[in-house]
Nanobody
């Protein structure tokens, strides 16, 4: 059983920044690929970014490329999502997720992830 706990959400004005964190109980953490997903109001859940177990490979949705950065600290079992230049359309509940793979093939498919956090709300006002 893997527990994931997100933090770092909040309210910010457009153009601002937030950093989300996801603490994981997975061990060894480096054998788990991690992803960030979001669910915007009235929309289906969508993949935002993913990262391989070592952190050497990262993947992004086009809507966040150049603005968001996914990273991980395997010594601290923590996943991060640095969000810059936030837009009102980034408003969503953000979730981290874990899958026991070396590489996050089909990283956008939430069904590939076995464990999910409870979510953290991000609200961006114009």
């Amino acid at each position: 059983q893997v527990q994931l706990v997100e933090s770092g959400g909040g309210s910010v004005q457009a153009g601002g920044s937030l950093r989300l964190s996801c603490a994981a109980s997975a061990n060894p953490y480096s054998r788990w690929c991690m992803g960030w997903f979001r669910q915007r109001p009235g929309k289906e859940r969508e993949g935002v970014a993913a990262i391989s177990g070592t952190g050497g490979s990262t993947y992004y949705d086009d809507s966040v490329k150049g603005r968001f950065t996914i990273s991980r600290d395997n010594g601290e079992n923590t996943l991060y999502l640095q969000m810059n230049s936030l837009k009102p359309e980034d408003t969503a509940m953000y979730y981290c997720a874990a899958r026991h793979d070396s590489w996050p093939l089909n990283w956008r498919n939430g069904d590939e992830y076995a464990y999910w956090g409870q979510g953290t709300q991000v609200t961006v006002s114009s």
